[in-house]
C-alpha cells in the first residue's frame, strides 16, 4: 500500500518520471534557467499581492469616524 505524496495521488514514482520527462525535453543546461525565471515570477507575484492588500488597508488619516 503506497500513500500519495500530494493531493491527487501523485507518488514518488510519478514524480521521478515528471523530472525525467522534463530534463530529456529541456536538457541539463536549460533547467537552471527555467527555475530562475519561475522565481522570479513568484517573487514578483508576490510583491503584487503584497502592493495590492497595502492600497486595500485603510490609512489612519484617512479615516472617518
Given at each position: 500500500m503506497t500513500t500519495p505524496l500530494l493531493i491527487g495521488g501523485i507518488g514518488?514514482?510519478?514524480i521521478l518520471?515528471?523530472?525525467l520527462v522534463v530534463l530529456l525535453f529541456?536538457?541539463?543546461k536549460k533547467i537552471p534557467e527555467l527555475m530562475n525565471g519561475l522565481g522570479k515570477g513568484v517573487r514578483s507575484f508576490k510583491d503584487?499581492?503584497?502592493?495590492i492588500e497595502?492600497?486595500?488597508?485603510p490609512d489612519d488619516k484617512n479615516?472617518?469616524?
Open positions: 514518488m514514482q510519478e518520471l515528471i523530472a529541456f536538457g541539463g503584487g499581492m503584497k502592493e497595502k492600497d486595500e488597508k479615516r472617518q469616524e
